[in-house]
């Protein structure tokens, strides 16, 4: 089955500065790659996405890179400010939806 | 968009006893989807429930302790059963409606 793996687990930086996550996957058929950001106690909700047909994908401030070949992916986050500060989570679908581990942002003002 | 709500929003139960989360979506969808997210840990899938068959469960989940029901396209209900500590988790419902949409979650802890 689909295995997701996500790095780094945690990541400070100062706000102003760009913060990039990265995330692997393993199977092929996989098409669709969203990252959810979660905020203590609340539910994730979607922040990005892409789908395989595509390598790279902005929306403001972030943007998500996917390389098929390498079965890579990656968030980055440009001007961080301390409200991006959450939980992060990559995930790929194939025939379900697999989630990585997630990743602790911290931006430090 | 969906807009989810769930019930209770938080329990605390003793071990050895069961309880039945609910989920409502405000919208008809074919399937509702049930994922564990133990403390400090990422979203793990528990099932996949279709209207009018039973649940498909994913590996390390079985029905026995985790059974669910889906009796129409806005409703389910996930019952954890026979409680442990380890139990303890929160528990969140979700739809597919183009992107991924999740429920509050219910908060559980088990004694």
């Known amino acids: 089955g689909e295995n997701v793996e996500q790095h780094p687990s945690t990541l400070s930086v100062q706000e102003g500065d760009s913060a990039v996550i990265k995330c692997t996957y393993s199977?092929?058929?996989?098409?669709?790659f969203p990252w959810y950001k979660q905020e203590l106690g609340k539910r994730p909700q979607l922040i990005i996405d892409?789908?395989?047909?595509?390598g790279e994908k902005k929306d403001q401030r972030i943007a998500v890179t996917l390389n098929k070949t390498a079965k890579h992916f990656s968030l980055h986050i440009t001007e961080t400010q301390p409200e991006d500060s959450a939980v992060y989570f990559c995930?790929?679908?194939?025939?379900?939806?697999?989630f990585g581990a997630g990743t602790i942002l911290r931006v430090k003002s | 968009s969906a807009v989810i709500s769930q019930k209770p929003s938080r329990d605390i139960c003793q071990r050895g006893t069961s309880l039945t989360i609910q989920c409502q979506v405000d919208?008809?969808?074919?399937?509702m989807f049930w994922y564990r997210q133990q403390p400090g840990q990422s979203l793990t899938l528990i099932a996949t429930?279709?209207?009018?068959?039973?649940?498909?469960?994913e590996s390390g989940f079985v029905i026995d302790k985790f059974p669910i029901s889906r009796p129409n396209l806005t409703f389910s209900t996930l019952t954890v059963s026979n409680m442990s500590p380890e139990d303890s988790s929160i528990y969140l419902c979700?739809?597919?409606?183009?992107?991924?949409?999740f429920g509050p979650g219910t908060r559980l802890t088990v004694l």
């Open positions: 979700s739809v597919d409606v183009n992107e991924q949409f």
């Open positions: 199977d092929s058929a996989s098409n669709y």
């Open positions: 892409i789908r395989s047909n595509v």
């Open positions: 995930a790929a679908e194939g025939n379900k939806l697999v």
């Open positions: 919208s008809q969808v074919t399937m």
């Open positions: 429930a279709n209207q009018g068959s039973e649940a498909t469960y």
